[in-house]
């Protein structure tokens, strides 16, 4: 599965700001939207990671801000990219009979990872169409009037003007 390039939205920042003048509870809005389009991910993830006692999972945190989601696992768990993404861990390290433990790897250049880069590429297109949705509604909730039909249709004649360019038609 190939690793799905992360979701930017262009005018966020300007987005945010013409919220913030509008109305006052307009940003707590755009993050709590942006979470709920997280936790879309998080859902999808959080079951996958195998238990033993429960540390790795529960060491997994979703956090949104105005202007990104992210989701964060190991910051106290040591082996939390040996479990997502693989490797040697153990005693020794190097390879079998030295009591190190082996998991098949999906580092880099890869990438993948197990469980929060793999359910994002499963979910991507839920996840850009509660993207929109999310977007959309606090921009209504604010009284502005957004139109994602538009920035499709540019976002859309945009790639088939650079694919034209790389294929030279």
């Known amino acids: 599965m190939a690793v799905p390039e992360t979701i930017k939205v262009v005018g966020l920042l300007q987005f945010q700001q013409a919220l913030k003048q509008l109305e006052a509870d307009a940003p707590k809005a755009l993050r709590i939207a942006l979470k709920g389009v997280g936790n879309i991910v998080y859902q999808d993830a959080i079951p996958k990671i195998p238990v033993r006692t429960g540390r790795a999972k529960r060491s997994a945190k979703l956090r949104a801000d105005q202007r990104r989601v992210e989701i964060r696992a190991g910051d106290d768990v040591p082996y939390w990219k040996w479990l997502d993404f693989g490797g040697w861990v153990g005693r020794g390290r190097s390879g079998r009979g030295t009591g190190s433990v082996y998991r098949k ?17 499963e979910k991507q297109d839920e996840v850009q169409r509660a993207l929109d949705m999310a977007l959309l509604t606090v921009a209504r909730r604010a009284g502005l009037q957004a139109d994602f039909a538009a920035r499709r249709e540019f976002l859309t004649q945009d790639a088939a003007d650079r694919r034209r360019e790389v294929t030279g038609g």
């Not at 790897?105 to 590429?121: C, D, E, I, M, T």
């Open 105 to 121: 790897w999906l580092g880099k250049p890869v990438g993948n990872g197990r469980y929060f880069w793999h359910s994002f590429a």
